[in-house]
């Protein structure tokens, strides 16, 4: 298949509403030649990247919008778009090679559009993007609720996390303490002449000069590393482990945590690791067994603790809370496309439910850390704040990082470029035993 139409396929989905690029893209990357893999994917997540930008540019150059039944031209229509203004494909052969996908979608009269509204493009997109650039949304590509969110919340750096959010993420490795310090795997690195340096915050962390293979690298099949993000890697050590404790890890895949708190504890008693489908600890469980750790995994809703506990109680609770993971857009630029508005109250909701149900399981004098991918005080800070107010049981303790800005309550990690990822954590200690409502 054409590279151009496996990602519009993709990215169709996306528009439609029914898929993520996580889900629709590797059914299309299966019928691409696998030297135009990294093609197709860079045309899919480039062009959701850049979405808002191109869809703004794309509504000056039609007559009129595409009906829902045409996602899949319109979404063409993008993936054109990008090739013209953020790749170095050359124009002749995005515009060509883009209109000839038409003959596959089954509908004879988007050729001529495709080609119309391209070559317009090619001859005056960058004077429409020029005069559009007054418009935030143009300037960021970020869509409008999500842009004047940033710009509300954080006034002095939403541009910045703008810029950080479209730019490419740096490969970033966590390093198994089991197996080698920090130091010693630089030296392995260096040796093996792959640049790299180590990470600020994470004590594990390098980040590396240019993305790779991670299979190249010195030991990974044998658990040296692992890939996982600066921000994320701060969980282990803000919880505070030590031998014998009882651990759970809420909402745990894809697993990277789950790994990371049992290398940087060998000696913790048992960690119970829960996620909502099976499907997703399928991939818990196989960096489990490329590290040789273990953990108890369990699918089902961690709020439904009579499905699960089995009453004793944990010492430490690592609660990575479902949400709007608008601080790994640049990672999953499609955030952009599926996340809506109103969808951030509903998860504050869910946040709050789940800090609510598994309070009871965790031991008096236990630690319970908060973790999202958020950049939005509503799913943080706010939603701390309002389960410290009906739990008096519950006390904040400092965090022992100097990550990220202070917030009423816990820490906010804005996603920076070159380095970590949007992140937030706040701490919280069991001082009295749970009274049933």
Not at 147 to 158: D, N, R
Not at 332 to 351: C, E, F, G, M, N
Not at 382 to 393: D, G, H, N, S
Not at 397 to 404: E, F, I, K, V
Request: include cysteine.
């Amino acid at each position: 298949m054409n590279p151009r139409l496996a990602a519009a396929r993709a990215l169709a989905a996306v528009l439609s509403g029914k898929a993520s690029l996580n889900s629709s893209l590797p059914l299309q990357l299966d019928k691409v030649e696998a030297r135009d893999r990294g093609f197709t994917q860079d045309l899919a997540f480039g062009t959701a990247r850049w979405q808002p930008r191109l869809s703004a540019l794309a509504e000056k150059l039609l007559q009129k919008p595409f009906k829902v039944a045409d996602a899949d031209v319109e979404a063409l229509m993008l993936v054109g778009l990008y090739q013209l203004f953020y790749t170095r494909v050359p124009a002749h052969a995005a515009i060509g090679e883009t209109v000839g996908c038409a003959d596959k979608l089954k509908k004879p009269w988007a050729k001529a559009l495709l080609n119309a509204v391209l070559r317009r493009a090619q001859r005056e997109g960058n004077d429409l993007l020029a005069d559009m650039e007054r418009d935030p949304v143009v300037r960021t590509a970020h869509p409008r609720w999500l842009q004047k969110a940033l710009k509300a919340f954080w006034p002095e750096q939403w541009e910045a996390v703008c810029a950080a959010n479209n730019a490419h993420p740096p490969m970033i490795l966590r390093v198994n303490r089991r197996h080698h310090s920090r130091d010693a795997y630089l030296q392995l690195l260096k040796q093996a002449s792959v640049g790299a340096s180590a990470c600020v915050y994470s004590q594990d962390g390098i980040v590396l000069e240019q993305a790779c293979d991670v299979r190249d690298l010195p030991g990974f099949a044998d658990g040296w590393i692992s890939v996982q993000d600066e921000a994320a890697q701060l969980a282990a050590d803000l919880l505070d482990l030590a031998p014998g404790q009882r651990v759970l890890d809420a909402c745990c895949a894809p697993g990277g945590k789950t790994c990371h708190l049992l290398e940087a504890e060998p000696a913790l008693q048992a960690v119970v690791a829960i996620d909502l489908e099976a499907k997703r600890l399928v991939r818990v469980r196989e960096n489990l067994d490329r590290l040789k750790l273990e953990a108890q995994l369990i699918a089902c809703d961690a709020r439904e603790t009579a499905q699960w506990w089995d009453g004793q109680t944990f010492n430490r609770i690592l609660l990575d809370a479902p949400c709007s993971a608008t601080g790994v857009i640049r990672r999953h630029p499609d955030i952009k496309l599926t996340r809506q508005p109103d969808d951030i109250q509903a998860l504050a909701v869910l946040q709050g439910e789940l800090l609510d149900a598994l309070w009871p399981t965790l031991e008096v004098g236990g630690v319970l850390l908060y973790a999202t991918c958020s950049t939005l005080p509503t799913e943080n800070t706010e939603v701390i704040e309002a389960f410290l107010a009906r739990t008096p049981a519950a006390r904040e303790l400092d965090l022992a990082t100097s990550a990220g800005i202070r917030q009423p309550h816990g820490r906010q990690l804005l996603a920076q470029e070159g380095g970590h990822d949007g992140f937030y954590y706040a701490k919280l200690i069991k001082i009295a035993a749970h009274r049933p409502s």
